[in-house]
């Protein structure tokens, strides 16, 4: 299996523009969430979800949409891109028992100049 | 301010000691604790967790210790070797039944050959 797999793992984006972060695990687990990671700190969740159809927000939503149509996607929508928004987001996936850890994937590194 | 923080932001031990990384929190709620292993350039790797019901639980070369009553999760890691070395983070499961984890900024452990 491939776990969970992050696309594109760079990019690079003029203030303003947009563009989607892929997701998608292979682990048929129904929850999945997105974070972003600022240097030297720990991570923030963005938004989640706990299954096709349904998703929520996160600590830090603003500036981010999600959609969940499938079980194994999870793409994160980026509308007018602003230099706060440069980070590393990494997405993350995991079964519906209880006491089961968050797998992530490798992340993508977002630049916004 | 967050729930989830670190005694020591950088540890650095010598090849085949004991490493300790300590990790206070604040929610007393939070019923399971996560400890999370990062290398450069990757994602969150998981390395061992803990329900709130212990106060132990052993891995290999790991080991959780869960003090309910200060609030204290550590995490020590038997025989470091050079691979050892990345940035450790403790999490909390603060969401209840949706699993929407609270980071600490975590801690780089160096380990010197």
């Known amino acids: 299996n491939a776990g969970v797999t992050q696309t594109p793992k760079f990019r690079i984006l003029k203030i303003g523009q947009s563009m989607t972060l892929q997701c998608t695990q292979d682990?048929?687990?129904?929850?999945m969430y997105w974070y972003r990671q600022d240097p030297g700190m720990g991570l923030k969740l963005i938004y989640y979800?706990?299954?096709?159809?349904?998703?929520d927000k996160g600590e830090v939503p603003n500036g981010y949409n999600v959609s969940r149509s499938t079980t194994e996607d999870f793409p994160l929508r980026l509308e007018l891109a602003a230099p706060s928004q440069t980070s590393v987001y990494f997405c993350?996936?995991?079964?519906?028992?209880?006491?089961?850890?968050?797998?992530f994937g490798d992340g993508t590194r977002l630049s916004i100049l | 301010g967050e729930s989830v923080g670190l005694h020591l932001p950088t540890l650095s031990v010598q090849e085949g000691d004991n490493s300790i990384i300590n990790c206070a929190y604040s929610?007393?709620?939070?019923?399971?604790f996560i400890w999370y292993k990062q290398e450069s350039g990757k994602g969150p790797q998981f390395i061992i967790d803990?329900?709130?019901?212990?106060d132990k639980r052993q891995g290999q070369r790991v080991t959780v210790l869960l003090n309910k009553t200060v609030k204290h999760l550590s995490l020590q890691i038997a025989a470091t070797q050079p691979g050892d070395s990345a940035v450790y983070f403790c999490?909390?499961?603060?969401?209840?039944?949706?699993?929407?984890?609270?980071f600490g900024k975590g801690t780089l452990l160096t380990v010197n050959p």
């Open positions: 993350a996936s995991r079964t519906g028992r209880d006491d089961q850890p968050q797998h």
């Open positions: 682990m048929n687990h129904n929850y």
């Open positions: 979800s706990v299954g096709a159809g349904i998703t």
């Open positions: 929610n007393s709620a939070s019923d399971y």
């Open positions: 803990i329900r709130s019901n212990m």
């Open positions: 999490a909390e499961n603060s969401g209840g039944s949706n699993y929407k984890l609270t």
